[in-house]
């Protein structure tokens, strides 16, 4: 990194920063602290509950996620559109009359207090570890990237984000992200152009497209019944809009953005503009890992994208065997060059299709050769993570972007951390001081429970430093995220809907259920009983379905009341 990145990139950095602590100043109490005064417009919400899930992981994850596997991730946000659909026509209106700070105070009303603090642990706990790996998962690659300590790094992000998100709370995240999501925008297309721009002059767009479609980089559809695949439209139509559904109806980190709403129609409407949003800004982040493909089908690329784990390798026995698979990728790298040269020369169509079919086998032959050096990584390091999705896009920004557009995409990586991190931060202060703090300790005053809320922030903050601290790499980091979310989310989303809509069912019954529910859903996770994404519907079903069993069936089951929300 040469001096204009770092200037372009702290100055950014504490920009945001000060310009979230100075905007906010004012906040005098609860309200204002945790709803931001009630006068967010749609389009503040739009882009704040955008924000909030576009963290780090996505800009960094994604894009290598496609230049691996394709376009077929775009999959699992099909279900988006339709949760958003429910949530502003269900949830949202019920939050709103209620008036409430928290998604769990509604619980109390329909079941009792222990079914509310019991939903309310459930969302700490994984809120909590999901912040510790927003933090982590920018810190762990710059690091491995850029030779930064790993430490000084998680505790600098999460330090900036804890200095303005204790400051002003909610209104802090919500301006804030704003700017956040101006950078990332700015920052990924200018990226997009750039791989368009570094391309050979006689490959158009169109002709990149047809490079990535003949690798397969381009099938995003795959609508087999296929259990063992992750991505199928119909995961992502199912499983993903039953995590959606709890995800954004009821994760305090994304109800609070809405709930700072100046009316109901403004809250509704900033999540359509999400749901119309997000699913094309997936598709484009994916696009970009796509093009990044199609720019090393002509220029060379590492054998293995992780730099910590390659120093391991070739430190260790394993070096000269590591270096003749490297000697055998360069090898393909020229291949792989004059097959594509001719391909952009040549018009006779014919040709151009037999190019396609020889430039589609020798991609086959290098991804061979990256797992023969995944097999060594681990036999050099069994503690190595060999999936270096995570590394590709990051590699590409630091080895070809011109100076100061470094640093302008690192600020796209930090502030996407630090968006996502300050919402849930928020979220997490807010529902330890109303669901926990005051409801076991009423009678306070405002001014009390506002700094209460700082306070909570403020340990929330440190625990996610921590959770960061000692976390390790997954198979990708923008699936564990989300692993975690569907290993809870199944059971919160059936507890709301017991509330909303099965009103038999008393507090007793769903309390065991959710208890019951969670026991199994860890259980089958553990043992990968099936992809993550339907654990969301199998953990709603359960719930639901267990509750209603016990209600009929337990002997000092509560009687129905006449109760209305």
């Known amino acids: 990194m040469q001096q204009i990145d770092w200037i372009v990139l702290i100055g950014t950095l504490v920009f945001i920063v000060l310009y979230g602590t100075w905007k906010t100043r004012k906040n005098k109490t609860v309200d204002d602290y945790l709803k931001g005064g009630n006068d967010a417009n749609w389009w503040t919400i739009g882009l704040s509950v955008m924000a909030t899930q576009a963290s780090a992981i996505t800009f960094l994850s994604t894009p290598g996620q496609a230049f691996h596997d394709g376009m077929g991730f775009v999959q699992f946000y099909f279900g988006l559109p339709i949760a958003m659909i429910i949530i502003c026509w ?10 409430v700070y928290t998604a769990y105070e509604y619980l109390e009303s329909r079941f009792d207090l222990k079914t509310r603090t019991l939903t309310a642990i459930l969302f700490l706990i994984q809120r909590g570890l999901a912040a510790g790996i927003t933090i982590f998962a920018p810190a762990i690659i710059l690091s491995a990237v850029l030779g930064w300590n790993l430490h000084y790094l998680i505790i600098g992000i999460g330090t900036l984000v804890i200095i303005y998100t204790v400051s002003g709370g909610t209104k802090a995240v919500s301006v804030t992200q704003k700017q956040q999501m101006a950078i990332i925008f700015a920052g990924m297309f200018i990226a997009f152009l750039l791989i368009l721009n570094y391309l ?4 158009s767009f169109t002709n990149a497209l047809e490079i990535a479609g003949a690798n397969g980089k381009l099938d995003v559809l795959d609508f087999s019944f296929d259990f063992k695949n992750r991505y199928t439209f119909w995961s992502g139509i199912i499983g993903g809009t039953f995590l959606a559904l709890s995800y954004f109806g009821t994760d305090q980190s994304q109800v609070q953005r809405y709930l700072s709403g ?3 129609r403004q809250s509704q409407m900033g999540l359509i503009m999400n749901g119309l949003l997000k699913v094309p800004m997936q598709f484009f982040i994916l696009l970009v890992g796509v093009m990044v493909f199609v720019f090393y089908q002509f220029n060379a690329s590492p054998l293995h994208f992780n730099p910590a784990a390659v ?23 020229k291949q792989l060059n004059e097959k594509q040269i001719a391909y952009s020369v040549t018009e006779d169509a014919s040709e151009k299709e037999t190019l396609l079919e020889e430039i589609k086998i020798i991609n086959v032959t290098e991804e061979e050769l990256r797992e023969q050096s995944r097999g060594l990584i681990k036999k050099a390091n069994p503690e190595a993570e060999t999936n270096d999705k995570d590394y590709v896009f990051i590699h590409f920004i630091l080895n070809n972007l011109p100076r ?9 990586i930090l502030s996407a951390a630090m968006s996502s991190t300050a919402s849930e931060l928020n979220a997490l202060g807010s529902t330890t001081t109303i ?4 409801r076991n300790t009423p009678g306070k005053d405002e001014k009390h429970y506002m700094h209460a809320s700082k306070w909570f922030t403020l340990l929330w903050g440190v625990v996610a430093i921590g959770v960061a601290s000692v976390a390790n790499l997954f198979e990708n980091l923008i699936e564990l995220v989300n692993i975690i979310g569907s290993i809870f989310y199944g059971n919160v989303l059936g507890i709301f809907l017991l509330a909303f809509f099965v009103r038999f069912v008393k507090s007793k019954a769903t309390f065991i259920a959710a208890i019951i529910t969670q026991l199994i859903i860890v259980y089958m996770w553990s043992v990968d009983a ?10 709603c079903a359960l719930v639901m379905g267990i509750a209603v069993l016990l209600q009929t069936v337990l002997p000092n089951a509560e009687k129905p009341s006449k109760e209305t929300d």
């Open 90 to 99: 269900v949830f949202i209106p019920i939050y709103h009359r209620l008036k």
């Open 200 to 203: 050979p002059l006689d490959i």
């Open 262 to 264: 100046r009316s109901l």
């Open 311 to 333: 120093k391991d390798v070739k430190e260790s026995a394993y070096a000269s065997n590591y270096e003749a698979l490297e000697a055998e990728k360069q090898s393909l790298d």
């Open 404 to 412: 100061g557009l470094i640093g302008l995409l690192l600020a796209v």
């Open 435 to 438: 669901d926990l703090y005051k």
């Open 530 to 539: 099936m992809p993550y994404l339907w654990l969301n519907l199998v953990g």
